[in-house]
């Protein structure tokens, strides 16, 4: 292939980067790498019922760590923490057996063309076979071949990324809300029926409670919990002769504490949650629940460090007795008890408003009416939580009009739009065609995005 490099000529396409499937995460990366390296063979999961090998795995990691290479450059090291490379890699192969499904395939000749034309390999203009040999060997630190198969894996997860969102699109009066997002004001009554308000004057009976309670257990499931010790060796010699005692039936502890080393506890934690002190890392939390206790981990390498994980204690899924559960069951009952009544209340709001003013209504039924200066979405108001959602309804309505039911974590609301701050005309036509741009992008991105989402649970 790269003897059909040498000999084009021109550019014109800028490498294709799939940035949006690099995700800011906080994690605890690198687990997997070294159960990879221990057995590459070995399945280290599923995607779409056919199993994953620790090779497979290891190249998708290492595909996605050379895009972040490249999208962040010299940058890398200040961010690489921040980045939940695992999960992109998962990702990477969920994308590319959907493809498959779909029947999407990367030509050698759409392949050549790509590099040909990323501006990475430029000089002045044209392909430069040196500057490409160069940055692949000591930029990125990747054989040409295999950077030639992850741009026909990028190739084909851009054909897919164009499937799913090329019939994506924004109508006029869509592109000019967003437009007013971030340059227009406007000013709001509204009427709030509360669910805390509701729930200060709920004291639920035990046999309310002992109702409540048998009407659906399952609300009250708890996940499994782990409490594991673990042993961090820095010192590889040291890591063998931990490992040669633990093949002698000496527990963790008692081999950490013959060769002077440190033995932490976690303390329980269930497996929706980061482990204490060590992060999230779906693979070792798969292990980990697979242990009896008592029993460790193999040897573990991330980084420069050896990881040995001992199981000293499990809880399976229960869900427990009430008498257990007594406050967390009472707080649920009110809970929703509360806010039954505060739905019931706003429809009735809703119902006088069809002959009766909004703020007259609401003190008919004893609910508080207010109203905001003006204030530009994403303004935040002591009043009033997450002002986005009354932001967007508002602008549509007619001064004076009111809305339907509002719902949010606090209860419900009914707001009237009382004013608009002027829209620039002009400044909006002159700049519309570059916003338009941008804001598509964002929605087919955020489309793709919850594609992605959707395929990791079918998965």
Known sequence: MLRILRNKKTAKKIWIGLAIIIIPAFTLWGFTEGLRNRQENVPVGKIFGRNISGIEFKDSLAAVKTIAIMRFGDRLAQVQQYLDLETQAWERLILLAEAKKRHITASNNEVIEDIENSLYFQSQGYFSNKIYNEILRYSLRI???????????????????????????????????????????????????????????????????????????????????FNIIYVIVTDEEKAKKLNLLLKKNKGLKTAAKTLELETKETGLFDANNAIPGLGFSPELLKIISKLKIGESTPMIKSDKSFYIFELIEKNEVSIPELVKIQDKVKQSFIQETAKNLASQKIKQLQNELKTQDLAIASRKLGLKISTTGLFKYGAAINELPNTNIFWDVAYDLKVQQPSEIITNSNGFYIIKLRSKSLFDESRYTKEKPDFAKRILLEKKEALFREFIEDLKKKV
């Open 143 to 225: 054989q040409p071949r295999i950077f030639e198969e992850l741009t026909r894996q990028n190739i084909i997860i851009a054909k897919l990324y164009d499937q799913i969102t090329n019939k994506t699109s924004l109508s006029d009066a869509q592109i000019k809300k967003e437009y007013a997002k971030t340059n227009q004001e406007l000013s709001i009554e509204y009427a709030g029926s509360l669910i805390s308000e509701f729930a200060s004057s709920i004291a639920p009976t035990q046999q309310q409670l002992q109702d409540y309670y048998q009407s659906d257990k399952s609300k009250f499931k708890q996940p499994a919990t």
